[in-house]
């Protein structure tokens, strides 16, 4: 019966008169009780145990578990004046653990031989156990997804500092040989810096348009970069689902790495999008090397961070093939 005053004073993040009233009225029950466990030491009118060490109760038994039956409809009483201070789950589960040690209370007081008082504190004991080990579960689960979304927020802040020295030199350039191409470069990084920025303060999923053009920013700022040594082909006619952010561009940004070597043949990138019997796809397809190492290199790790943030936001699935005539196929299911 302890632990729902210990949970319920918890609530309190300041010491109010009103905490220490409950506080003051539960122990002064507790007190009641554990005076009257005294005197039944020294009489035989609550209990007693006879010379042949058998235990019989005397005609003043129900006076012991009446502090037990006030200390509950007082625990009733804090925890519905508390009850916005807890979520549903945990109201519903301290209810369930009040109510089964004092329905058994009430029954022992009018019955012989059972100790269902002691066996209900036991089934109410292990109740509360599942409900905090469902409780822990729940919260891992979502520190889970705090850690993916903090991981993303760092991809973000960790941009290569030579894409942006290159993009930023070849503005330069561009604005003596070609202004108009270097307002068009200069409105997609703008794009592209904004999209990356603005993924970091994204909670939830967003539209896989807005993932598409924060894509699409990026590889024209490539394309600006590598002239005549990057191709992309877009065939999304399925744009209508939601993915977690920073999932596809990173995917696309990696192909771009990893592919352009000029001793290599034009890098040709696909990005497809579809309609399944079970949700969306996306597939980004290049005819490059790929990419091969151990688990600890960075494009694993930026693609177990997009497989988890896929997992944890819209139960979806990331798939690594390699093509049959060469380079990598990367899916996003969802």
């Not at 109010?16 to 409950?22: E, L, R, S, V, W």
């Not at 005197?39 to 578990?65: A, E, H, M, S």
């Not at 065939?235 to 990173?250: S, V």
Request: charged share 20%.
């Amino acid at each position: 019966m302890y632990a729902i005053f210990d949970r319920l004073h918890s609530l309190y993040r300041k010491n109010t008169p009103t905490k220490n009233i409950i506080i003051y009225i539960s122990w002064f029950i507790w007190n009641i009780y554990f005076a009257t466990l005294i005197i039944t030491q020294f009489t035989k009118g609550i209990y007693y145990i006879t010379d042949d060490n058998v235990y019989r109760r005397g005609p003043l038994y129900p006076v012991l578990l009446v502090p037990l039956i006030l200390l509950s409809i007082y625990n009733y009483i804090v925890l519905i004046y508390k009850r916005k201070n807890i979520s549903k789950k945990e109201f519903i589960a301290f209810i369930i653990y009040l109510t089964i040690p004092s329905v058994c209370m009430l029954i022992q007081m009018f019955s012989y031989g059972l100790l269902l008082a002691v066996i209900g504190t036991s089934i109410a004991s292990i109740f509360m156990f599942l409900f905090i080990l469902s409780d822990q579960i729940d919260q891992y689960i979502l520190q889970k997804e705090e850690n993916a979304k903090q991981r993303a927020g760092i991809s973000v802040l960790e941009m290569r500092p030579h894409f942006v020295y290159n993009t930023l030199t070849s503005i330069y350039y561009l604005c003596e040989q070609n202004p108009e191409k270097a307002q068009e470069l200069i409105l997609n990084f703008n794009t592209y810096l904004r999209k990356n920025f603005t993924a970091i303060a994204k909670d939830n999923t967003i539209s896989f348009t807005e993932e598409l053009e924060h894509t699409k920013a990026y590889l024209a700022v490539e394309s600006v970069r590598f002239e005549d040594k990057l191709f992309v082909e877009y065939d999304n006619p399925h744009t209508n689902f939601r993915i977690p952010p920073l999932t596809l561009q990173p995917i696309v940004e990696n192909a771009v790495k990893h592919g352009i070597d000029p001793e290599l043949e034009p890098l040709h990138i696909l990005i497809r999008t579809r309609e399944t019997e079970n949700g969306s796809e996306i597939e980004v397809s290049d005819n490059g090397p790929g990419f091969t190492g151990d688990e600890n290199n960075e494009p694993h790790i930026a693609l177990a961070n997009i497989k988890e943030s896929l997992e944890l936001m819209c139960k979806g699935m990331l798939l690594i093939e390699a093509n049959e005539s060469g380079g990598t196929s990367v899916t996003i299911k969802v």
